[in-house]
């Protein structure tokens, strides 16, 4: 098994958190990525497999797949346990649902705050906008957060057990934490939630990675 992935590509971390809380051993090669120029220029096999050029790729065999969720969907039908989605089909459902709304919904509010990891823009009006858009998006965070919060009420993760949606959800909140979004002060539930999912082997060194990819290419 072979996975392609980049140093900072959190959906490429989702499928390696996915691959070592199945006990699945994997070759692992990263694409080239800088600063400057992105993922550039695009790694071969990954154009071959993806006609999006992105990564994560996972080879398995003579099966070749793209795409972070249909990737941890082909993992848990192929190697079930310990399993990473309910066995309960509405359940299954929701978990599914949660992990979408993670890619889709909070991620890209999420993404609205990448200017400040970036020079300020020379338009002052232009960088005004930036900032004016970023406050508005850290409201929205705040909103998700506070959801996020309550669903976890009562459980340890967000589906009684580990998940897909975890694995989503932590990414999320890892890239939001680098770019100073707002704090889980506020969010109990969700704070000790955090902290349970970082503690996990499978994460930690996802998320050490991660942290250690930032300090390289920001240098």
Known sequence: MKLYSGPLSLFSRKVEIALREKG????????????????APKH????????????????????TLFDSTLIVEYLED????????????????RCRLLELTADEVLLPRIARLMYRTEPADP??????AR????????????????????????????FGRFSAADIAVFMDMLFAKRLGAPKLDAFSNLSAWYDRVAARPSVTVAAAEVAEADRALSQ
């Open 24 to 39: 699945l051993q994997f070759e692992r090669e990263m694409v080239p990525f800088s600063q400057a120029a992105g993922y």
């Open 131 to 158: 900032e004016e858009d970023g406050h508005q998006a850290e409201a929205e965070i705040l909103a998700d957060y506070g959801a996020l919060d309550a669903r976890l009420a009562d459980r340890d993760y967000f």
């Open 78 to 93: 192929a190697y079930p346990e310990p399993p990473l989605l309910p066995g309960d089909p509405g359940e299954r459902a």
């Open 123 to 128: 338009d002052p009006a232009v960088q005004r």
């Open 44 to 63: 071969p096999a990954v154009l071959a497999a993806n006609p999006k050029g992105q990564v994560p790729v996972l080879v398995d065999g003579d099966l």
